[in-house]
């Protein structure tokens, strides 16, 4: 009874060995693919500079804070004094950072689109300021908001050109 005992003893030990150096095995591979796709994501260029980008977060109470001018104005003096600071070279105020997943989406209608079954849909971030400048995101075409445009609150957009080859296929 004893040698089939130390056989089966055995069997059950090699079992266990290479049943955790394919676990290690399998391990080191899907390592090796994290490295290798976060080395990508690194490298990859996203045409945005945060290279010497300070960001904040600020929320406003809803007490003293609830109508819209309101908040334009503080966000606007901030916007302001942060460009008047030393060593500033632009400054800027946005709903959110670029590239945040956590992004407002709004539907909108593409005047003379050329995609019409496409639907129609953005994330909408908010600005005053420098926002490209800030971030060092070159126009392509186009021009920047005005100042008046800032001030007014009125209803232009800037879009991306993922958004203008979406939409507007071949258009200037």
């Not at 060995?17 to 994290?34: D, N, R, W």
């Not at 909108?108 to 300021?129: K, L, N, R, Y």
């Not at 971030?135 to 007014?152: H, L, T």
């Amino acid at each position: 009874a004893r040698p089939s005992t130390g056989r089966r003893q055995h069997r059950g030990q090699s079992t266990l060995v290479v049943t955790s150096v394919a676990f290690a095995f399998i391990l080191l591979v899907c390592a090796g693919l994290f490295v290798r796709s976060f080395r990508t994501l690194v490298a990859d260029d996203s045409g945005i500079g945060a290279a010497n980008v300070l960001t904040m977060r600020v929320r406003l109470p809803f007490a003293g804070y609830g109508d819209p001018d309101r908040i334009r104005t503080f966000y606007r003096t901030v916007e302001e004094q942060l460009r008047a600071s030393p060593g500033v070279r632009a400054a800027s105020v946005a709903s959110d950072l670029p590239l945040d997943p956590d992004g407002e989406r709004r539907a909108f209608t593409a005047e003379g689109a050329t995609t019409p079954g496409v639907p129609q849909s953005a994330a909408v971030t908010w600005i005053h300021g420098d926002h490209f400048k800030t971030y060092g995101i070159p126009i392509v075409a186009g021009r920047s908001f005005s100042p008046d445009e800032q001030r007014e609150n009125r209803h232009v957009a800037i879009v991306s050109q993922r958004v203008a080859d979406t939409y507007w296929v071949g258009q200037d």
